[in-house]
């Protein structure tokens, strides 16, 4: 019933913005860092019966509201409060226990924590702490930035679900739901790199839109269809939502050259946007830091069904 209403598990994460008396807490903040797709991996509970139990995703980004949550507990105090609006939440078949964790991955996750403390002051805020020689959750530790890396130090191998004491059929499924988890990661971190380096510009000839909010670092050869290209920036354009689906469904691709190429399937269909599209026919992309993979554009190629 946290927060009661529309505000209640997990259809948000939502803080108050001041402690009472003034001041904030990094952790709450954090929510105005989410951004829409983004996955939240949910730790409920207080050890030792804290439990890693489910994910959500993000599908909006994290925003600062007037609106109060129906129940709002110790926080009565705030005056506003951060929100962020998750769906689509998969519970594990069952829960990853945090003290099996801790005991299992204490040297992975111990560190991790000193890289990431060497960081100084780009290191991330993360949930744990070492304290007296063993590992506890962060007092307060609200909302936790993870990346691949801490995924991996927490959830790595089988040993971590097998030891928790899980059955082998839920093992299987818990253990497919985190590999979800770590590909939705990974592909976030991508897509914000391939951002970069076409300096946030859709790299379609004549394409104006340069607003982050509309542009997508999208894959050229699928995140499914190609494990070995995964996260290779060649492997990635950036383009705004409506170059992107354009170039997903297969209305144009690119040749080596990175010239458009249209689909002859599509050009007479007489759509508009068709039309649009025929007007840069043959010209260059704009280049990024790192030029696209020739396989990755190939194989483009060749799942729209474009002869080239």
Same mark, same amino acid.
């Given at each position: 019933?946290h927060?009661?209403?529309?505000?209640?598990?997990?259809?948000c994460?939502?803080?108050?913005?001041?402690?009472?008396?003034g001041g904030?807490?990094?952790?709450w903040?954090? /929510?105005l860092?989410?951004?829409?797709?983004?996955?939240? /991996?949910?730790?409920r509970?207080v050890?030792?019966?804290?439990n890693f139990v &489910?994910y959500?995703v993000? @599908? &909006?980004?994290g925003?600062?509201?007037r609106?109060?949550?129906?129940?709002?507990?110790?926080?009565d105090?705030?005056k506003?409060?951060? *929100?962020a609006?998750? +769906?689509?939440?998969?519970p594990f078949h069952?829960?990853?226990?945090?003290?099996?964790?801790?005991?299992?991955?204490k040297?992975?996750?111990? =560190?991790? $924590?000193?890289? !990431?403390r060497s960081k100084?002051?780009s290191?991330?805020?993360i949930?744990?702490?070492?304290?007296?020689?063993?590992l506890?959750?962060?007092?307060?530790?609200?909302? +936790?930035?993870?990346?691949?890396?801490?995924?991996a130090?927490l959830f790595k191998?089988?040993g971590? /679900?097998?030891e928790n004491?899980?059955?082998k059929s839920?093992?299987?499924?818990?253990? +497919?739901h985190?590999?979800?988890i770590?590909?939705?990661?990974g592909?976030?971190?991508?897509?914000e790199?391939v951002?970069?380096?076409?300096g946030?510009k859709c790299?379609?000839p004549?394409?104006? @839109?340069a607003?982050?909010?509309?542009?997508i670092?999208?894959h /050229?050869? *699928?995140? +499914?269809?190609?494990?070995?290209?995964r =996260?290779h920036?060649? !492997?990635g354009?950036c383009?705004?939502l $409506?170059?992107d689906k354009?170039?997903?469904?297969?209305?144009?691709?690119?040749?080596?050259?990175c010239? @458009?190429?249209?689909?002859?399937?599509n050009?007479?269909?007489?759509?508009?946007?068709?039309?649009?599209?025929?007007?840069?026919?043959?010209?260059?992309?704009?280049? &990024?830091?790192?030029?696209?993979l020739?396989?990755?554009l190939?194989?483009?190629s060749?799942?729209?069904?474009?002869?080239?």
């Open positions: 019933m927060g009661g209403g529309t505000w209640v598990f997990p259809n994460v939502w803080a108050p913005t001041e402690k009472r008396g904030s807490w990094p952790f903040s954090k /929510i860092q989410v951004r829409e797709g983004d996955t939240i /991996i949910h730790l509970g050890s030792p019966d804290a &489910g959500s993000a @599908v &909006g980004d925003f600062i509201t609106y109060r949550p129906p129940v709002t507990g110790t926080w105090h705030a506003h409060f951060y *929100r609006n998750l +769906s689509d939440y998969t069952e829960p990853i226990n945090l003290t099996d964790v801790f005991s299992t991955r040297a992975e996750l111990e =560190g991790y $924590f000193d890289r !990431n100084g002051a290191k991330a805020n949930f744990y702490v070492r304290q007296a020689g063993r506890q959750c962060l007092n307060g530790a609200y909302l +936790s930035e993870i990346d691949n890396e801490l995924l130090a191998s089988e971590v /679900i097998a004491g899980l059955r839920s093992l299987v499924q818990t253990g +497919s985190i590999a979800t770590q590909s939705r990661v592909q976030r971190k991508f897509s790199e951002k970069k380096a076409y946030y790299c379609f004549g394409c104006t @839109v607003d982050p909010r509309f542009l670092g999208s /050229i050869a *699928r995140w +499914s269809d190609n494990e070995k290209l =996260g920036l060649g !492997n354009l383009l705004c $409506f170059h354009a170039f997903e469904i297969g209305l144009f691709t690119l040749d080596n050259e010239r @458009v190429y249209l689909n002859p399937k050009v007479e269909s007489g759509s508009e946007i068709v039309r649009e599209l025929v007007l840069h026919g043959g010209q260059q992309i704009t280049r &990024g830091e790192i030029a696209p020739e396989e990755a190939l194989e483009h060749m799942r729209v069904g474009v002869e080239r």
